[in-house]
């Protein structure tokens, strides 16, 4: 099986032009190829990781990744999948984000030898002079077919920035660039960014007469990646400050029985005869395949140690007999009580555990809140420091465990 066949059973390709060219370019190791991350944050996410996962396959197979920081495109900001504008960044905040990027992918992709290049879009775009840009890439867009277009149609009725509307033309120009200076000849990119892929694509064919060998495939990065990394705190980000080892492993511990296998397929670089053997599990033996997902993915992340020490962590909640040394801790001073005493409620927001106490009341109402096995029936519950002589685990709905140390 090739590279590129591997890719269809895992369930990464959404679409693909010029598919037989594509599948001979990917399986023969002569793609060069890009995938771009705005630095919209100081760390990647699980929706980043499935990206990564996807540039190392192809790296293992030989072909040539070109990681994009849109260190330009993030001054503007992609309308695609967002209902309202995204916020405005600084740009000494876009710099310290392309930073962060750089070192987590420098961890995960093999730069070293040419074996691939880090690039910032930056570096072009911020120097273009507007008219002329307008000149050499304007002329080559239809406004009227770009409305067609999904990621612009469905932000018109809440209106659309003439900013965000160029958007596509700085991608399309990011491809050109790339295809002249590297020879960058195939784009992958998540399903919501087809449009602007294929505005890449055909603006280099139409600047160069129609001889380019430029060619796009789209993925189920964007659209699984979202659903994927979410939490009832936000994001799972790849930085061990942002998303803990041990939160990490818990969320993948946590997936659904109906996502457990198309997390291995996507994410993981378990052979796919393996995987099959697993699809054939049902019900509670899933639970031992949730444990392989977890252990894999955080070992990629944070190394086989903090995977182990999450494990260890893991089996103290749900197989007990082991330690709960690796679980997320919030340590208490005294300046946190008040006459000796703190409400739940207060520990939960010292944690990070709620946005709000109004969250946080809810949560009790509705029997979400443990304290040591021992369910919390009142919203003015409260644990005096005596409580504290030893370790306090709290337990918010199924799957978030915390302890609170003095």
């Known amino acids: 099986m090739g590279v590129y066949e591997e890719l269809q059973e895992r369930g990464l390709i959404a679409q693909v032009t010029d598919e037989e060219q594509v599948r001979e370019l990917v399986n023969s190791g002569k793609a060069v190829f890009y995938i771009g991350f705005d630095p919209t944050a100081d760390s990647l996410h699980v929706g980043h990781f499935m990206a990564l996962c996807l540039m190392k396959r192809l790296q293992m197979a030989g072909n040539k990744p070109i990681a994009l920081i849109g260190g330009g495109t993030g001054m503007i900001g992609d309308p695609s999948g967002k209902s309202d504008m995204r916020k405005m960044l600084t740009v000494e905040t876009i710099q310290h984000n392309c930073e962060c990027f750089k070192k987590q992918m420098s961890k995960f992709i093999d730069f070293g030898e040419d074996k691939a290049i880090m690039v910032n879009n930056a570096d072009w775009l911020l120097d273009l002079n507007y008219v002329n840009l307008l000149r050499e890439v304007g002329a080559c867009f239809s406004v009227n077919?770009?409305?067609?277009?999904?990621?612009?149609?469905?932000?018109?009725?809440?209106?659309?920035?003439?900013?965000?509307?160029?958007?596509?033309i700085m991608q399309s120009y990011d491809f050109y660039t790339l295809y002249k200076k590297y020879g960058c000849n195939l784009q992958f990119g998540g399903d919501d960014q087809w449009s602007n892929m294929i505005g890449g694509m055909e603006l280099i064919r139409r600047k160069l007469s129609g001889d380019a060998n430029a060619m796009t495939?789209?993925?189920?990065?964007?659209?699984?990646?979202?659903?994927?990394?979410?939490?009832?705190?936000?994001?799972?980000?790849?930085?061990?400050?942002?998303?803990?080892?041990?939160?990490?492993?818990?969320?993948?511990?946590?997936?659904?029985?109906?996502?457990?296998?198309?997390?291995?397929?996507?994410?993981?670089?378990?052979?796919m005869s393996e995987i099959r053997e697993y699809e054939k599990l049902e019900g509670a033996e899933l639970n031992r395949v949730k444990e392989i997902l977890a252990f894999e993915l955080t070992?990629?992340?944070?190394?086989?140690?903090?995977?182990?020490?999450?494990?260890?962590?893991?089996?103290?909640?749900?197989?007990?007999?082991?330690?709960?040394?690796?679980?997320?801790?919030?340590?208490?001073?005294?300046?946190?009580?008040?006459?000796?005493?703190?409400?739940?409620?207060?520990?939960?927001i010292k944690a990070n555990l709620i946005k709000s106490k109004g969250e946080g009341r809810r949560l009790i109402d509705q029997g979400g809140v443990s304290i040591n096995d021992k369910?919390?029936?009142?919203?003015?519950?409260?644990?005096?420091?005596?409580?504290?002589?030893?370790?306090?685990i709290l337990k918010k709905g199924k799957k978030v465990f915390h302890k609170f140390t003095k």
């Open 217 to 271: 495939i789209t993925l189920l990065t964007n659209s699984e990646g979202k659903k994927m990394g979410k939490t009832e705190k936000g994001a799972v980000w790849l930085d061990a400050e942002k998303t803990s080892p041990y939160e990490f492993y818990q969320y993948w511990r946590n997936v659904g029985d109906d996502d457990v296998i198309k997390c291995l397929k996507l994410l993981t670089f378990i052979p």
């Open 299 to 348: 070992k990629m992340i944070h190394g086989e140690e903090e995977a182990q020490k999450a494990e260890t962590a893991a089996k103290a909640l749900f197989g007990g007999g082991a330690d709960n040394s690796n679980m997320p801790t919030t340590v208490l001073s005294d300046d946190d009580f008040t006459d000796g005493n703190i409400t739940v409620l207060d520990m939960m």
């Open 145 to 168: 077919r770009m409305l067609t277009f999904e990621c612009y149609k469905q932000r018109m009725e809440r209106g659309l920035s003439f900013l965000e509307f160029n958007y596509m």
């Open 375 to 392: 369910k919390v029936d009142s919203a003015l519950s409260t644990l005096s420091t005596d409580d504290f002589k030893e370790d306090v």
